[in-house]
């Protein structure tokens, strides 16, 4: 099965918004409201910002939006700010206790 | 404070194998499932393998299936990992989480190189 599909990069200035899709098929993203978003600073761990299509962690600010429709779901960043310069990761359950992740989108503030 | 630990990594030929571990802490392990992630130096993250609270379900990647072997012992809180018949495309940093649906907890990860 293929990654989802995300763009490369996304670049916004400081408090600007950004939004980065992430595409996948019938088969996951549209089949099921199990979309979770992942933050990676370079050498850190990945870290869990959105879970289940828009719900948000305990301590992720409220900046940090998800959202889905159809085979599409978005990562929405409002008020950018320069910590916020990292990869981020989207996520499907595929059924099955499977998952499959997107390729990863670099986010530069700048 | 939850805690995920893994060790077992290394330099291993294509071919060999390798066994890793996740030691787990502040939860209840044997209530939640885990997983296995892995990424490729400059890579994006790929699911590796899941597996029940129990045990009785587990998943693998087609990249790994019928080379890698999840499995957990419970009553040692710990996660583990068989890799067998490893191939130069499995060098990544391994990392094992919590859950099945959205992964909340992650290790730091451990760095298996698979080179001659």
């Known amino acids: 099965q293929s990654a989802l599909t995300q763009p490369r990069s996304v670049s916004g200035s400081p408090g600007q918004s950004v939004t980065i899709s992430c595409t996948g098929t019938s088969s996951d993203v549209g089949a099921y409201n199990y979309v979770s978003w992942y933050q990676q600073h370079p050498g850190k761990v990945p870290k869990l910002m959105i879970y289940?299509?828009?719900e948000r962690p305990s301590g992720v600010p409220d900046r940090f939006s998800g959202s889905k429709s159809g085979d599409t779901a978005s990562l929405t960043i409002s008020g950018l700010q320069a910590e916020d310069e990292a990869d981020y990761y989207c996520?499907?359950?595929?059924?099955?206790?499977?998952?499959?992740f997107g390729g990863g989108t670099k986010l530069t503030v700048l | 404070e939850v805690q995920l630990v893994e060790s077992g990594g290394g330099l291993v030929k294509p071919g060999g194998s390798l066994r890793l571990s996740c030691a787990a802490s502040g939860f209840t392990f044997s209530s939640d499932s885990m997983i296995w992630v892995r990424q490729a130096p400059g890579k994006g993250l790929e699911w590796v393998s899941s597996i029940g609270p129990s045990g009785t379900y587990i998943y693998y990647a087609d990249s790994v299936q019928d080379r890698f072997t999840i499995s957990r012992d419970n009553a040692k809180n710990s996660l583990y990992l068989q890799m067998d018949s490893l191939r130069a495309e499995d060098t990544a940093v391994y990392y094992c989480?919590?859950?099945?649906?959205?992964?909340?907890?992650w290790g730091q990860g451990t760095l298996v190189t698979v080179s001659s």
């Open positions: 289940d299509v828009s």
């Open positions: 996520c499907s359950y595929t059924g099955r206790y499977t998952s499959i």
């Open positions: 989480a919590r859950r099945w649906d959205y992964f909340d907890y």
